[in-house]
């Protein structure tokens, strides 16, 4: 089997190959057989319909068409394996030549994981994550915790349905020993160095969340890489599928939020085209360093990770989610996690 392999820009491959006569002629006799089995025509059961009769029904060059996507089915990822080819989308097909009981002869053009060049990341990753920042907490930020507990706390006591008025409404909570009490402290001084830490907990994660985002971003901009279409436009869908989920959670219908801002869902997607690039960089380079240093995430966490999400919904709500995409998910979620990790373990400051 003759195979030429072209490298074309915006990492595209493009395959030119031929299906040998012989192996054709089995795909076309498999096609027959199934065809066979699928086919209803007056007279004859289905599985016992004469060739003649079902390739005169079918027509030949039906019956070659399905032959020959058969033959691709088993031969194109035969190929992608044996020439280590990245290949990502779907194919484009284009039968170059086919008649019974000759070769086949096909091209296929189809988008690549392009080829990257990585700076010197774990550098890059030292310079950044070594930068000291002094986490404060202002007693100001503690006052505003402290007044957001009590109003929580207060709309908690206010009785269902009640009418606003001095008889339905609930005096505000002391903010002394008591309230402090019903929040699981003995007193006051103790609640407010618990919420002390708290904010100084989110403050530390903003920060390092926000050290691992320079990181990435300076990793991202000086690799060498060509980002395919295919990934750009991917990102646009998942652009639009999380916004249009928080849209429809917010009670707004989609449609109603596209009218409203005077734009259709293709109009809003082309303005996104910056965003959509710098994430496809983003997931390629942290793909690219995972390779490198051989960052896995095993079953176990996959299993684990998809069992707490699974265990948020109820019984009813668990049965309709697939939980293999939800590891899916979860492979992502965790893998980038590692890799962050091991970008801030190049400063030892960081614990």
């Not at 930068?131 to 404060?136: C, P, T």
């Not at 002390?196 to 690799?223: G, P, W």
């Not at 750009?232 to 599928?241: L, R």
Request: no cysteine.
């Amino acid at each position: 089997m003759s195979l030429s392999i072209k490298k074309l820009p915006k990492s595209i491959v493009e395959i030119e190959s031929e299906i040998s006569a012989d192996d054709f002629e089995r795909h076309y006799k498999d096609t027959l057989k199934e065809l066979n089995e699928k086919s209803a025509i007056p007279g004859f059961r289905p599985g016992h319909i004469p060739e003649n009769i079902l390739i005169e029904k079918m027509g030949e060059g039906s019956v070659l068409e399905h032959a020959a996507e058969h033959a691709l089915e088993e031969e194109y990822p035969k190929i992608l394996r044996e020439h280590k080819i990245d290949a990502i989308g779907h194919p484009q097909i284009t039968i170059t030549k086919i008649a019974r009981k000759n070769p086949l002869g096909f091209k296929i053009t189809v988008a690549v994981l392009p080829p990257i060049t990585l700076p010197d990341y774990k550098n890059i990753a030292k310079n950044i994550m070594s930068k000291d920042e002094e986490i404060k907490v202002e007693e100001k930020e503690i006052d505003e915790a402290l007044e957001y507990l009590r109003k929580t706390h207060d709309a908690r006591q206010k009785p269902e349905g009640h009418l606003d008025g001095p008889a339905s409404i609930p005096p505000k909570a002391d903010l002394g020993v008591e309230f402090a009490k019903k929040m699981g402290q003995k007193d006051l001084a103790g609640l407010r160095e618990i919420l002390r830490q708290n904010i100084t907990e989110e403050k530390s994660a903003k920060a390092r969340e926000k050290k691992r985002m320079e990181a990435l971003d300076k990793i991202s901009t000086s690799a060498d890489i060509e980002i395919p279409e295919i990934l750009i436009q991917s990102e646009k869908e998942k652009m639009s599928a999380e916004l249009r989920s928080s849209i429809e959670n917010m009670g707004m219908k989609w449609d109603d939020y596209l009218t409203h801002i005077k734009k259709t869902d293709e109009e809003l997607k082309n303005g996104w085209g910056v965003e959509a690039e710098k994430r496809a960089r983003y997931a390629l380079i942290l793909r690219e360093i995972a390779n490198v240093e051989k960052i896995e995430t095993d079953d176990s966490e996959l299993n684990n990770f998809a069992e707490k999400t699974l265990a948020q919904y109820t019984e009813t709500e668990r049965k309709k989610i697939d939980k293999e995409r939800v590891k899916d998910y979860a492979y992502g979620i965790l893998r980038n996690e590692k890799i962050f990790k091991f970008l801030e373990n190049t400063n030892p400051n960081i614990q």
